[in-house]
């Protein structure tokens, strides 16, 4: 039992996550069912507390180090970790899950910036943001709004305090309000009230439209989108 929870444990955990990562970034795609009980085993048999931590840890070394193939498998399994404990446990790892989605929800911004090591296109990297959204929808369908109020309000300083990209667009804005999006759509006027903190920050862009390329484009589609939304969801409650 000892040696189970030495081997499941701090750096092997994370040499084991950042194996399975490499494998797929050889090429080994005949190793998915392998990776696939190999990360079964993970959910069994370290505690969430452990688990959740690893999972934040190494997704910095995934962004730098992986594949789009290899960040989608990981993703699925974050979602899969987190939807098979309890709301109680959710609630009380909601910190290091919370560094994981604002880590995830930082991609599009990375790869602008270069801090990726790998080529991945703008089409994947949404694609990598809709995953990341879906992951932060599992932490909050197991969370209450006391835990996570706080936290949607610091996603919101978070994207306005961003540095801009060469065409005046906040990348991580363009996620914030795509997040939003997904929330209301999800959850409707139960989240109704959440659209009080982007609204300064949206009239302000769209007073003051970006440059209006792929970038400025994407963030004036997705505030429109969101408020549009925000209207429907506020009829219905």
């Known amino acids: 039992h000892h040696t189970r929870e030495h081997l499941v444990s701090g ?4 040499n084991a996550l950042q194996l399975a990562q490499e494998a797929i970034s050889k090429g080994m795609v005949e190793n998915s069912k392998a990776r696939s009980r190999f990360y079964d085993a993970l959910k069994r048999k370290v505690s969430a507390q452990e688990l959740y931590a690893a999972i934040e840890r190494n997704l910095q070394w995934m962004h730098r180090n992986s594949t789009m193939a290899g960040i989608e498998e990981y ?3 974050v979602k899969a970790a987190i939807e098979g404990h309890t709301k109680a446990t ?9 560094a994981f989605v604002k880590h995830a929800f930082e991609f599009r911004h990375a790869m602008v910036h270069q801090h990726i090591n790998f080529n991945v296109s703008e089409a994947q990297a949404e694609e990598l943001e809709v ?3 879906d992951v ?3 932490v909050v369908l197991k969370i209450n709004d006391a835990t996570f109020r706080p936290f ?3 996603l919101v300083e978070w994207a306005t305090a961003d540095s801009k990209s060469t065409s005046g667009v906040s990348l991580k804005t363009i996620t914030l309000f795509q997040f939003t999006r997904a929330l209301l759509f999800r ?4 989240v109704i009230s959440y659209v009080s903190y982007i609204l300064e920050l949206a009239s302000g862009l769209l007073s003051k439209p970006p440059n209006l390329d792929s970038y400025g484009n994407a963030l004036m589609t997705t505030i ?3 408020l549009t939304l925000s209207f429907d969801c506020d009829e219905d409650g």
């Open 75 to 77: 993703n699925a399994f």
């Open 11 to 14: 750096e092997h955990l994370d």
């Open 90 to 98: 959710v609630i009380s790892n909601a910190r290091t899950l919370f």
């Open 152 to 154: 949607y309000m610091e």
């Open 224 to 226: 429109l989108n969101t």
């Open 131 to 133: 995953q990341a959204i």
């Open 136 to 138: 932060a929808l599992a």
């Open 187 to 190: 959850l409707k006027g139960l």
